[in-house]
């Protein structure tokens, strides 16, 4: 679950990582009034109106503006307040602002990376610093790789102080002074009860800054949460903006179904995670040459009923790109005569128009396969994972 910069840095807050000051806005005007209120409380004219969406690269993308005067910030405001921002993470559709930050203007030194995220390699927690501060992590160790520090942390253990000075001396941060160095060894040690208390999969600070007094500060903030500990945190509902989520994953949710939107033409219907992984990476590989993919992720789980069977197909064609359905079941919890009917079904009542590949393994096999062969439907059965990707590879090229 991703949330906003400032709902981010309200966080920071709590736990002691030192943000600078600022409003959240949903209106021009009251962008204006939040402008004025900072004026008056930090005693600078500069202050940054920031968009408020999903997505890194805001400030390439118009997103950001740094202004001086009231008449600036609701300038700044009018415009970027309703825009399609489109960032390196939105693709060309962009995404609507629908929120603003206004923010605080600082005098800064220096600006640094700083994130953590699990490293499943090595089971404990990464955090990665560098000193090209502002740029995509992924930019930086495409074309300077040997620019990003890199610290693992163990969680059943903790983070050691050295660790934290070793970034900072990795950064060069004792050129500032001693007391540069210690406030950011206190606001690692403070990030990292964050990240474990707060259960989240990734905390990104970029840009970190030193300001020209020395003090280190989180210029942004980017958290996603763990979903799997979504059961401790009932507060994240307060902090969910379904505006910036996929309208089908979350409509799959409601039904518990796990459902992730792609770019591909072949919806996937799968049961378990591992297996649906597994059946978009086939879909991949045989389709590499003809440009043949998957639509999707979707884990229809080990106790679906008929009823979410019929749901699940629903959802995968909602999409508009979907030339081809593959469906991929090894029975064991999940019988495969309770999919075959749920498949059955769904076709029928959808009047199903585009090719239907369906494997079957395990439990009630041959009961399942019995079902989709009298079911007058034209489905193609598949023997194997392989054959079936083939298939359906075959099905979406024979419609080009």
Known sequence: MKIHEYQGKQIFARYGVNIPKGYPATTVEQAETEAKRLQAETGSQVIVVKAQIHAGGRGKGGGVKVVKTLADAKSAAEKILG?????????PEGQKVRRLYIEQGLEIEKEFYLGAVMDRDSRRLAFMAST???????????????????????????????????????????????????KFVKLMANLFDCIMKEDCSLCEINPLAVLKNGDVMALDAKINFDDNAEYRHREWNELRDTDEEDAVELEAKEVGLNYVSLDGNVGCLVNGAGLAMATMDIIKHFGEKTGVAPANFLDVGGGANQEQVTKAFKIILKSPKVKAIFVNIFGGIMKCDVIASGVVAAAKELGLSVPLVVRLEGTNVEL????????????????TMADGAQKVVAAVTAKA
Do not use: C, N, W
Not at 83 to 91: A, I, P
Not at 172 to 179: P, R, T, V
Not at 368 to 383: D, M, N, Q, W
């Open 132 to 182: 090209e501060g502002g740029m995509e992590i992924e930019t930086v160790a495409h074309e300077s790789p040997e620019k990003i520090i890199t610290i693992f942390v163990d969680p059943a253990v903790g983070l050691a102080s050295y660790q934290s000075r070793q970034l900072a001396f990795g950064l060069g941060l004792d050129k500032y002074g001693k007391e540069t160095v210690a």
């Open 368 to 383: 399942g396969r019995k079902i989709l062969s009298e079911s007058g439907l034209k489905i193609t059965a598949a023997t």
């Open 83 to 91: 825009m399609q921002l489109v960032t390196h993470q939105t693709g």
